[in-house]
């Protein structure tokens, strides 16, 4: 991630208060009726220092959700972060630290995990693209999220260095080639502004005579659907600057920079969210003689 | 998938209860507070046709979660499916056809389609590893679910063929490494069976040792983590049968066989829920002259 | 409201998931936790017919919230409407129809009315801006709504004629004078546009150099705060049709007209939400004979 | 509002696991997936004291809701209060400060001053009531209040000095004009005698005969709808005191000396709570040097 | 129960909201993450029919619970009632029915008894107080329920005969012994009558001279604590009629009809909601033929 | 309860989520939406002590719950316990205390009171048949417990020396006599171990023959159900210790002796949880002067 997004992106984390909604239901999915057998089984007294460790390269995301895991589960449970969201790890990077009662830190150790490890390689993910675009060119998120998760893989994308496409449908207008179905673009356009004055109106164009007829009917975006780098020039000399020009359809790491080269603003790509494989992080364990 | 397995293995999918309340929290995080701004600019009239197409070579998994998204979103919209949940599919196999008001196809398409390639996604790379592991080994999968979404996971798991290790920390008792901070194997296991009795007692082994000591103690089952199959099978050889052997740790579709021949009953994975990419399924639309 | 709007507006409804959330909360609050005491004092057997009957001039808004009421509280009511979301209703217009056991009408009416009263309220209010704003200048809604209630209130707002502002702080941005006090209005444009690309962004000023400032730095959007219709002019002079021109701060129905003489694109008010008084509806019943 | 109310009344505060779940709701509703886009832009480490000012004459309520709304959102913002629920309010009076993080005091501003202006809105509406009734005659709430909001509402009215009827249809019987198409007053006070012994058994009387019935039946409260102050001071020469007299039915500020005069125990209104136009509050910022 | 009561009482069904609700939470609680693993092995298309049958003396209540678990289950599933909430049961009886796939008969047979067994045990233990107190003197529930079934045990006293003290602290004052710690009964009485004007105001005594205090200042009703039945004639000699009298403390089945005797009005009691053993009843199940 | 559980059972209580949402729920459904009326006539200023005391021999439980209860309503009122969840009272054992303003003190009391009651009531039912069952043989609660309550009343019977049977369908397999209406043992338990290996699969058996059927298909566990001693000794005797027995079936505190001499591992019963008689205990008050 370049320093530019840095400056504005304000904190990586999502609202604090689907953090806490996510976690609480996580918990209670992961406890059961009866709690925790196995963990029932060590003795109460007995303290451990888990240090989080990173197994391999990545991007660090979801620390607030970690921190939330034990605050929930066992409020004598601390828990120290040496790195924050968005910072890039490696095998044994040791990430941050859980400490308090053992029982406690091995109840929450996957629930913790679980959030970390995902979220992590949705940054990660993101961050391979970012860094295949370069510079210029800007990575977008959709919407096709982990159902219930947006909140949090948006975060993680931003922790990437990515940036957020629409968060939800009331957010601006996107027409895409399914909707032509019902109505043409010029109409779609002239519906768009006149009924939600102020907010983007994109269109997805899949040929160069759409962006024409997008533009043309006052289009604030054009998205340029499965087209090849070469198409994607034309668009983009066609648009002129007008406005941002998004691409997407099966962008990759490996030709996310060809698109970049062709004058892409922005690269969208659902790989990212629903396709990131999770990062290897774990708990290193050791009882506490403090 | 076997046979075997499809004659007891009942329904895949998870509770309805959960199902409902997942879909209603997904619709409510993709609609916002205004609704669908775009969906709005079609006209109200015009009906609409989708078929729901795959993509890509897979196995099917999440029909009632796609099914729950329209009845919740307009019962007027009915969906049909061709296949079930636990069917083989490959590019341009149609699974199931929606059929209602355009602007309500088109504004559930995309909760449905992240619930249905999550889901088919998790299936896929479960068959996989079903697949590579051959009949007599079965595959596990782990608690490193996504947060929230556990027992849709685990069902989606069984469509691909695999079978459900705990669903929760309540289930049955897993002495792992990281216990053994507190507690040896006899202590653990004695306890276990004390407090939790009838319920399945499983110990983390990383050394044959432990092995003998966790039979000895009464474990009523042995998980061998990050052995080679050479391992594996001089661990079977010395728990003759007594106990089920879950084979764990960095297994991989090409090493399953080995682990398989190696005598393992149960070889265990994260990878076929928490870094299974989606399969790729999509809405073929036609607005409906019926 | 013109034509122009309701061609696009699409359903006045807020999203069915917000209805029906709402809906059963109202009920339960309402309800309490013995059920209707003074309902149960009639015989179970008798039925009745209520006329839902406006009192006064206004705009009828929430009939779907009424419809939902009785569907959960008792599915055998039958609720019809004889007007839609939008329209225009007076003193002793019918605008639909509750028959059923005359038990869970009584139950049921209070909760009905509650809704159709405020958001009939909402709409009524927000007709009149849109009357005296005129063709040209819409008339725009705020946050300022009562918490829990925006996308009811939202929705009541397009059943008027209005549109819709921000529905969250997710939306897009809008730098306003308490913003100011910590960055520019260049820093915070640029970082917008950084952060946020594809976004509408927003910059409240007020004064003239400041939307000198704010087209410069790139907003998309300037909103005139608590200017005279005089200012405003000069300003959309300024302006000159590149950017939409807000105008806030103290508009009443009897200045909303010059501010459009004054060439404001949009005019936003927080009465329409926050201090519209209830419009007077009511249930005229007779027990039904059918 | 008299000093005999004060004393006796307790805390203004609605139930504080009402406060919280709908902070927490309307938090949620205001920051959508994404957060707060434009705080976001704001230097981290920026931090600000904000005044809590009036801006016109009112009564003050809901500043638990406020307190809790950024004990939810961060819990280092400090918020202290000048004043309490209750207290009266001109143009400038400053009612409290808030201080911390700037990005957090913007991001909540809107959240507190929603239920901060509607709540004290409501208590100035009571207010007036109060003060025109005098001494003797009390104001009470109604039913009809914003759905989800009663509990709030009905503090607020506390707070105004007023006092709170029915808070659901749990409490106490009310027999309206509408129950009589199924039941006499008759049957329906004896049948409540019956069933719900030791509550309160108010009959709604159109007409002096009325209330001869209800008396005979047993009823102790009549609720006089729709009656000229002169009608009023009849019934109440008829109860002559054996039971509290509610007088309710289009009474305003203009109108309730009258009925007070005419021996009226209660008056009744809705336009307290739902229609009673929010109070102007605001937050003057200020960067903090501390 | 006499017939005074069956005609006034309405429905005994607690509000429908609470039902919903608490039907879900129960199956999900029941089903867990992953489904009934039993009702799984047996062939999803076997049919059965069940028998709801009492095996014990008792009053039926509950049905609507138990309905409404096949509802959110399978809604394929038919459940028929031969009997009504309130119906007295013996070995034997049989009260309804339930006929469907044979999984979804088996999956929710628990949840459905659990609701039925513990709410008609709530409904006998009321009876036997009713019967034994005798027509004159009502037997009244207490706040003293189980967590979160309040409502639902309320409603099951109202199906034994009995009726509802309050619902919650909201509903009217009583004024008990601990009280008295801060605030004597003259001066809470008044406070009483100025802030919650219109309502039941309720004094427990334990001499009579609390009963003279507590009339003198305006009590609607007292609650006799612990006294002999000789000291509650006293004390309702005393009283004369004025107001009525509820006795309560450690009163059995065996000693009500004293108390009765000795001119209670009411006598409360929380053997019949806290301490009743459940009902016996079960499921009969054949495979259905048809 | 020997020691050699109370080792290893661990924390007594249910997990900490399970408890907070339900002290949520039941003070939200006590304090009703106006809040304590009778609370508030007591003066603000006015602080208590109340002593937690038994009045009845029995063993404690729910301590987190009343815990949880205060912390919700009023931070600062302080809870401290003398004993612990398990321990032994009797009348006028002072198990703990609670000290803060005295409202807040009142308000509380009874939802406080509430959970221990009735958990203590379990945890006193489950402690009898304990004691009655002896060393060897362990008492199993079942999954016939109280809506919503499950997971407390399974903490509550751990406290009471108990064990805990299945807490969700999810946990194990047991086929019982209704699933025999679809499917034979054999049948059942080939493919519970196929679709469910690893987990415990217990059959219930009438007679002695269907005990050789469920070892032979290789049960893991089986379940006598209403036998007498006598047949339960001679399954014993067939089992020979390969699997645990398990009697159920009309077991009493009188009769639980004989079955465990009989040779039972575990003796389950659902009087423990669903017709455990509340332990009686209360608050002695005193107004504080510290």
Redesign the interface.
């Known amino acids: 991630m370049n320093a530019?997004?840095r400056?504005?992106?304000?904190?990586f984390?999502?609202?604090?208060?689907?953090v806490r909604d996510?976690?609480?239901?996580?918990?209670?999915?992961?406890?059961?009726?009866?709690?925790?057998?196995?963990?029932?089984?060590?003795?109460?007294d007995?303290r451990?220092r888990?240090d989080v460790v990173a197994r391999a390269d990545g991007v660090l995301a979801g620390t607030a959700?970690a921190t939330e895991v034990f605050a929930?589960?066992?409020a004598s449970v601390e828990v120290e972060w040496a790195l924050a969201d968005g910072a890039a790890v490696g095998p044994a990077t040791v990430v941050g630290c859980v400490r308090g009662p053992?029982?406690s830190v091995?109840?929450g150790?996957?629930?913790a995990?679980?959030?970390l490890?995902?979220l992590s390689?949705v940054a990660t993910a993101t961050r391979s693209f970012v860094v295949a675009a370069g510079e210029r060119t800007?990575v977008?998120d959709t919407?096709?999220?982990?159902?219930?998760?947006?909140?949090l893989e948006?975060a993680a994308v931003r922790a990437g260095g990515g940036?957020?496409?629409r968060?939800?449908?009331?957010?601006?207008?996107?027409?895409?080639d399914?909707?032509l179905?019902?109505?043409s673009i010029t109409?779609?356009v002239?519906?768009?502004l006149?009924?939600?004055?102020?907010?983007?109106v994109?269109v997805e164009c899949d040929r160069i005579d759409q962006v024409d007829e997008a533009l043309a009917a006052g289009a604030?975006?054009v998205l340029l659907d499965n087209m090849t780098p070469d198409e994607v020039r034309a668009c983009v000399d066609r648009v002129a600057g007008r406005v941002?020009v998004?691409v997407s359809g099966g962008v990759t790491v490996d030709t996310v920079g060809a698109y970049a080269e062709a004058g892409a603003?922005?690269v969208s790509t659902?790989?990212i969210t629903?396709?990131a494989?999770?990062l290897d992080l774990g708990?290193d364990?050791?009882?506490d003689k403090g």
Do not use: Y
């Open positions: 530019r997004e400056e504005g992106a304000g904190s984390d999502a609202p604090v208060a689907v996510l976690v609480r239901r996580a918990l209670a999915e992961d406890l059961g009726p009866l709690g925790d057998l196995t963990a029932a089984l060590v003795p109460a007995c451990a888990a959700c929930q589960l066992d053992l029982r091995l109840t150790e996957r629930t995990l679980n959030f490890c995902h390689g800007r977008w919407r096709k999220t982990l159902p219930g998760l947006r909140a948006k940036v957020n496409h968060g939800s449908l009331s957010e601006f207008v996107l027409v895409k399914n909707h179905a019902g109505v109409e779609a002239g519906r768009a006149a009924s939600w004055p102020g907010r983007t994109e604030t975006m941002l998004e603003d922005l659902s790989v629903q396709s494989p999770a708990f364990l050791a009882t």
